[in-house]
């Protein structure tokens, strides 16, 4: 190889590695997911109708399409968990409810599983004599654009929150 040829060689591979900098903007459906485990500000996204003992929640946005997903784990005493549900109203259709299965396996902790019976379903596992329910407690909040979903009750004090926007 002649030294002109080394020259462009050089000079591309130059510029291509320039083009590889990490400090690219990233396109904003190229997005890191922060898991929290203290409310923050959570709880101007939603009502928290009771003090949570224990709180893991993320939010995934995409600004191309303009919406999003937040997800929450809260766990509460029993008598708050029983108040939350008693004041909750059922879908009209009442199914078992389904979650990712990789979320459920990854994201949830055991004790939150515990007793739960699940049915593996093309990806998801169906969890069988548990409804979902209609989130209105948790979306009060005036300015949260995360006002659809829906609220999942699980073992002990366990609340899961999935809601999204439009």
């Avoid at 990233?26 to 109708?49: C, Y």
């Avoid at 784990?73 to 990789?102: G, Y």
């Amino acid at each position: 190889m002649n030294f002109m040829n080394l020259k462009y060689v050089l000079l591309l591979t130059s510029l291509i590695l320039i083009g590889c900098d990490n400090k690219m903007p990233a396109s904003s459906e190229q997005s890191t997911i922060q898991i929290h485990t203290e409310v923050g500000i959570l709880n101007k996204l939603i009502s928290i109708p009771a003090e949570p003992l224990s709180v893991k929640w993320e939010i995934n946005e995409s600004k191309e399409r303009g919406t999003g997903s937040l997800r929450a784990l809260l766990e509460f005493n029993e008598q708050d968990k029983q108040d939350i549900l008693q004041k909750s109203t059922e879908f009209e259709n009442k199914t078992n409810d389904r979650i990712d299965a990789a979320f459920f396996d990854t994201w949830l902790p055991a004790e939150s599983k515990e007793g739960i019976e699940t049915e593996l379903v093309s990806g998801s596992y169906l969890l069988k004599d548990t409804f979902a329910l209609q989130p209105d407690l948790f979306t009060q909040t005036e300015l949260s654009p995360y006002v659809n979903g829906s609220i999942t009750p699980l073992s002990g004090g366990y609340i899961l929150i999935a809601l999204y926007s439009m």
